[in-house]
């Protein structure tokens, strides 16, 4: 496709592309679009390619329009996500602010391996994590094939809390 510039307007699918293309320019630069609000926004450069006229301002409005984008809290388009897309990551945040969140690594953890039929796993999880005895023992808990998998900062404590439950034989 040609970039050179016409003397009549664009089509509305050209001036989807076009618009695409100034709003993934703009969040490549600068991390995200802090410019383009409106369709007005993007005139300047329309009608630096084509000769201004209310048909051509139109036609931008009626591209913005079909393209159905988003927009962020401050009012900007948000090209590279959908409205849904943007919906779900509101419920993530909103839900997200409201539990005890954390991002935390698990890589410096020690791994705890307690054997118990898988038919026990659900149950066994419920009462250790509601368990006084076990709070901060264990960063997690994950069920496997033949048991229950611990990542934990607490190696000794834990396999001392878990030992002292265990019948004795």
Same mark, same amino acid.
């Given at each position: 496709?040609? /970039?050179?510039?016409?003397? !009549?307007? &664009?089509?509305? @699918?050209?001036?989807?592309?076009?618009?695409?293309?100034?709003?993934?320019?703009?969040?490549?630069?600068?991390?995200?679009? /802090?410019?383009?609000?409106?369709?007005?926004?993007?005139?300047?450069?329309?009608?630096?390619?084509?000769?201004?006229?209310?048909?051509?301002?139109?036609?931008?409005?009626?591209?913005? !329009?079909?393209?159905?984008? &988003?927009?962020? @809290?401050?009012?900007?388009?948000?090209?590279?996500?959908?409205?849904?897309?943007?919906?779900?990551?509101?419920?993530?945040?909103?839900?997200?602010?409201?539990?005890?969140?954390?991002?935390?690594?698990?890589?410096?953890?020690?791994?705890?391996?307690?054997?118990?039929? &898988?038919?026990?796993?659900?149950?066994?999880?419920?009462?250790?994590?509601?368990?006084?005895?076990?709070e901060n023992h264990y960063e997690t808990i994950v069920p496997t094939c033949n048991g229950l998998l611990f990542y934990t900062h607490e190696k000794a404590r834990l396999q001392s809390a878990l030992q002292g439950l265990l019948p004795k034989d």
């Amino acid at each position: 496709m040609s /970039e050179i510039p016409s003397h !009549k307007n &664009p089509s509305r @699918e050209q001036c989807q592309k076009i618009i695409r293309r100034i709003l993934v320019t703009e969040v490549l630069e600068k991390g995200c679009n /802090e410019h383009f609000k409106q369709a007005s926004d993007f005139m300047s450069y329309f009608q630096s390619l084509y000769p201004a006229s209310a048909a051509l301002t139109k036609q931008v409005q009626r591209a913005i !329009k079909a393209m159905d984008m &988003p927009k962020d @809290e401050k009012g900007y388009y948000i090209i590279n996500k959908t409205s849904e897309q943007l919906d779900q990551e509101r419920e993530l945040k909103a839900l997200l602010a409201t539990a005890k969140t954390s991002v935390s690594s698990l890589d410096d953890c020690d791994t705890v391996f307690l054997k118990i039929h &898988p038919s026990m796993h659900d149950y066994l999880i419920h009462l250790i994590t509601s368990s006084i005895t076990f709070e901060n023992h264990y960063e997690t808990i994950v069920p496997t094939c033949n048991g229950l998998l611990f990542y934990t900062h607490e190696k000794a404590r834990l396999q001392s809390a878990l030992q002292g439950l265990l019948p004795k034989d």
